[in-house]
């Protein structure tokens, strides 16, 4: 089967407060944030010790996922001063029209709904620009942030599959919400 990139939402997401925008080399800064919480390293490509070298190759990372068509990852930015604060991944699942949303937010960015406001943002663009019928997202049954970002953003709980992830070497279950639309 053929490699279909994948295009970027034109114009930038925005909410006029939060916006989602491809990754900038200038962005590597939130990598560096983003290594200083454990729980992102665990499930995430984001390296756990931080170089200048180690965060470029990140964000070169997630530019490449589009051009294979494995999904879109996008920086969640502060509209005011463009300073990337998080990431928005939606994947392609192997299933025709499923796509997978996960996200993080940089410790100093947390408490202010910022990932419920890019989650929503990204819902719409993902459901039309790739065509998805479903959009679903595996939460750990303890990270309580992220199931309160998804059920905020319309996502349902729908089940759990057990040992089913697998972060720092331990199985986990995982929560699977989905949003399907209307």
């Known amino acids: 089967m053929p490699v279909r990139s994948l295009s970027y939402p034109d114009p930038v997401l925005s909410d006029g407060r939060i916006g989602l925008r491809m990754w900038r080399e ?6 560096r ?6 729980r992102i390293p ?10 200048p070298a180690e965060g470029l190759a990140f964000i070169h990372r997630q530019w490449r996922r589009a051009e ?14 463009d300073r990337a604060i998080g990431l928005m991944w939606v994947a ?26 890019a989650v ?14 479903r959009l679903e997202a ?4 303890r990270n309580l942030a992220s199931q309160r970002v998804l059920s905020r953003a319309g996502f ?14 331990r199985s986990s279950d995982a929560l699977v919400f989905s949003l399907i639309p209307a």
């Open 42 to 51: 665990c499930g995430t490509t984001v390296p756990a010790d931080f170089t």
């Open 26 to 31: 200038a962005d590597v800064d939130c990598i």
């Open 120 to 133: 929503r943002l990204a819902i719409p663009w993902a459901m039309n620009a790739l065509e998805l019928r």
């Open 138 to 141: 595996w939460v750990e049954p």
């Open 68 to 81: 294979t068509g494995e999904g879109i990852s996008q920086a969640i930015v502060e509209v005011d001063s």
């Open 33 to 38: 944030l983003a290594s200083t919480d454990p």
């Open 156 to 169: 349902q709980q729908e089940g759990r599959l057990r040992k089913f992830l697998t972060n720092d070497h």
């Open 92 to 117: 392609m699942r192997p299933q025709p029209h499923v796509g997978g949303l996960g996200y993080w937010v940089v410790p100093p960015a947390r408490g202010q709904e910022t990932a419920t406001a």
